[in-house]
């Protein structure tokens, strides 16, 4: 490393070194993060070697120490931001950001595993009517215990956000139709008070994220169709919705 000769030098290639490593934790997830320090840390270490650097090992503590506390302080901070990003303000949910981004996420992995995976977009059918009469914060305080007693019932690996409005949705991986059906069972009999409509579709091992929500949000105006308060099936790409129940031809 030809400019690593005198001490100021050094001292620079040290800021250089350091900056380089803080930077990983700001594009990289943690782990590969963590694995960037130590190759800069690597890398450090020759250089000084190579120029027989004064004080060269506790330039390196000093320059290293800085780089990890640094890195690991950038790393939380970003991690912060992008959840507030992806969250629902009201409800705390996943917001229609991360709801897509962890869709897209969840059919990668099923195509990976030859996995199931099915979505369902939930519609609470008298929000609007309760907003016009009782106001926006009691609307929200719905909200609010929806996503609270919803949030108890779905099993660890499903995630439920808040698209927007009075709209909700689950992607429900490794899920078949029978058990995605039985988990909006219990959404249902969780919050009696508050009747909902839901399309259901289950991913046809090859279509985008985005066919398959529209096939989700045509099942859910199907269901609120036939008076609310029900649960449409989506039928295969391009194939008819079926009713509760059944599988789709």
């Known amino acids: 490393?030809?400019?690593?000769?005198?001490?100021?030098?050094?001292?620079?290639?040290?800021?250089?070194?350091?900056?380089?490593?803080?930077?990983?934790?700001?594009?990289?997830?943690?782990?590969?993060?963590?694995?960037?320090?130590?190759?800069?840390?690597?890398?450090?270490?020759?250089?000084?070697?190579?120029?027989?650097?004064?004080?060269?090992?506790?330039?390196?503590?000093?320059t290293m120490g800085t780089a990890a506390v640094g890195g690991l302080v950038v790393g939380h901070l970003v991690g912060s931001l992008r959840q507030q990003a992806g969250t629902d303000v009201i409800t705390g949910l996943a917001n229609r950001r991360q709801w897509e981004q962890t869709l897209e996420r969840e059919l990668s992995r099923a195509w990976r595993r030859h996995l199931p995976v099915a979505v369902a977009v939930i519609d609470l059918d008298d929000?609007?009517?309760?907003?016009?009469?009782?106001?926006?914060?009691?609307?929200d305080r719905v909200l609010k215990e929806v996503s609270a007693a919803w949030g108890d019932v779905i099993r660890d690996e499903d995630v439920l956000a808040r698209p927007g409005g009075d709209e909700f949705g689950v992607v429900l991986p490794n899920c078949g139709q029978m058990e995605a059906l039985q988990?909006?069972?219990?959404?249902?009999?969780?919050?009696?008070?508050?009747?909902?409509?839901?399309?259901?579709?289950?991913?046809?091992?090859?279509e985008h994220a985005n066919s398959l929500m529209e096939r989700a949000d045509i099942a859910l105006y199907r269901a609120k169709s036939r008076g609310g308060n029900d649960t449409a099936v989506a039928g295969t790409s391009g194939g008819p919705a079926s009713a509760p129940g059944e599988r789709s031809a």
Request: hydrophobic share 50%.
């Open 127 to 139: 929000f609007k009517a309760l907003n016009d009469r009782a106001g926006h914060q009691a609307g």
């Open 1 to 62: 490393v030809p400019f690593l000769g005198a001490g100021a030098a050094t001292a620079a290639a040290g800021c250089y070194y350091t900056w380089i490593s803080i930077l990983g934790f700001y594009f990289l997830p943690r782990r590969q993060a963590l694995a960037h320090l130590a190759f800069m840390g690597v890398v450090y270490a020759a250089a000084l070697a190579t120029v027989h650097a004064p004080g060269g090992p506790g330039q390196w503590v000093v």
């Open 183 to 206: 988990i909006l069972d219990r959404l249902r009999t969780k919050t009696p008070a508050l009747p909902f409509s839901a399309g259901l579709a289950l991913w046809d091992g090859t």
